[in-house]
């Protein structure tokens, strides 16, 4: 089945269709070695956290943005950033 197919039986079935889709993967999972499973289950966190970490950060951006539109002092060491740094001993 090609992807738009796919994605207008979604549309078209709804939520009784992620549902039923759902239901079959898990079936699907459970007859895999237990191996097999654990891998599943461990790319499926990896993927949830990736996507939690880049909400966090872009939820974090977008909050302080007109701050720094707006706020001079909180960039102002910016201006440092193309010159020349020597560590002090």
Known sequence: MTFKKCADKFVS?????????TNELIKEIQRLPIQKRMFVIEKTIHSLR???????????????????????????????????????R
Do not use: V
């Not at 970490?53 to 060491?77: G, H, V, W």
């Open 13 to 21: 079935c709804g939520l009784k269709y992620l549902d039923m889709r």
């Open 50 to 88: 990736k996507h939690e970490d880049a909400n966090e950060l872009k939820k974090a951006a977008d909050s302080l943005y007109s701050d720094y539109r707006t706020d001079k002092e909180l960039i102002a060491f910016t201006n440092l950033d193309f010159e020349d740094f020597y560590e002090a």
